[in-house]
T-cell receptor
């Protein structure tokens, strides 16, 4: 029973390039959350998606960032025209329900470095 | 209102000691308070969680104490071991919060042999 799968684990981009981070939730989970972790900081909520719907994007920067969770395939977090400040670990989490039992299952993260 | 404040930022104890990590919240709509453990290079994993209708919950060597009136909760690790060395995050969520969790800033714990 595979856990939350994220790829790539490490990604290096130059300023101005695009970064695409992918997340496959646990089997049977239809709720996906993206969090960003800056060095020496906690996890900051970015966006919550269900299949084909964005439910809560209150933590997403207004520009350059977008997320999707299509009917088929993984959820994707897309960062356009990356800047050095985007360097961080991006974690995806999934849950089987939105009833907030609290247990989010996290992937191992995608670490983005912007040169 | 959506913040969760965690302290201390780092903690060093000897093996067998009882590290205590504290968290405080403001939003009274929160009704779920989990703790996550994160090892370097890994994702956070749920350790233990509590709801406000109980004041204490134990799972093995880990105990959450919850003070609803003070809007504070804490994690105690009994008989700490070097393998407990990790970063610990408290979090808060609510049924009205679309399922998302608000995390504290994290506490890096080192347990010396």
């Amino acid at each position: 029973n595979a856990g939350v799968m994220q790829n790539p684990r490490h990604l290096v981009r130059r300023r101005g390039q695009e970064a695409r981070l992918r997340c496959s939730p646990m089997k049977g989970h239809s709720h996906v959350y993206w969090y960003r972790q800056l060095p020496e900081e906690g996890l900051k909520f970015m966006v919550y998606l269900q299949k084909e719907n964005i439910i809560d994007e209150s933590g997403m920067p207004k520009e350059r960032f977008s997320a999707e969770f299509p009917k088929e395939g993984p959820s994707i977090l897309r960062i356009q025209q990356v800047v050095r400040g985007d360097s961080a670990a991006y974690f995806c989490a999934s849950s089987p329900t939105s009833e907030n039992t609290g247990e989010l299952f996290f992937g191992e993260g995608s670490r983005l470095t912007v040169l | 209102q959506q913040q969760v404040k965690q302290s201390p930022q780092s903690l060093i104890v000897q093996k067998g000691g009882i590290p205590i990590i504290n968290c405080a919240y403001e939003n009274t709509a929160f009704d779920y308070f989990p703790w996550y453990q994160q090892f370097p290079g890994k994702g956070p994993a749920l350790l233990i969680a509590i709801r406000p209708d109980v004041s204490e919950k134990k799972e093995g060597r880990f105990t959450i104490s919850f003070n609803k009136s003070a809007k504070q909760f804490s994690l105690h690790i009994m008989d700490s071991q070097p393998g407990d060395s990790a970063t610990y995050f408290c979090a808060a969520g609510g049924s009205s919060n679309t399922g998302k969790l608000i995390f504290g800033q994290g506490t890096t714990l080192q347990v010396k042999p």
